[in-house]
């Protein structure tokens, strides 16, 4: 009995080290995974903050943008009256223009009468 019990006793350790083998390999491999998980947790928290800074910058261009829209739209109104304004000056101009070539051809015909 000493021997079966002696027997038992060294197949009980040999399966507890092979259990224990079978652990420490489970343990290694969750701290491995437990470390990717990590890394990955903070790689995605690297690009949702990069992602937000992104779309920040986006929104002010794009409000620097529509902002630049609209002073070139008033530009471009004032420019418009400014043109507008100029050739009505310029027909007025013109207009003078013939009314005082008219008087002159009229004051020739008369100085040459004389």
Known sequence: MSEQHEKEMKDVVSQNSGLKSEIEKHVKEKNENDSYIRKLDEDVRCLMAKTRNTSKDM????????????????????????????????????????????????????????
């Open 59 to 114: 929104e002010s261009m794009l409000q620097q943008a529509s902002q630049t829209r609209n002073d070139l739209e008033a530009e471009l109104q004032r420019a418009t009256i400014e043109l507008q304004n100029l050739r009505l000056c310029n027909q007025e101009k013109d207009s003078q223009l013939l009314e005082t070539t008219g008087k002159c051809n009229q004051l020739t015909e008369d100085l040459s009468s004389v």
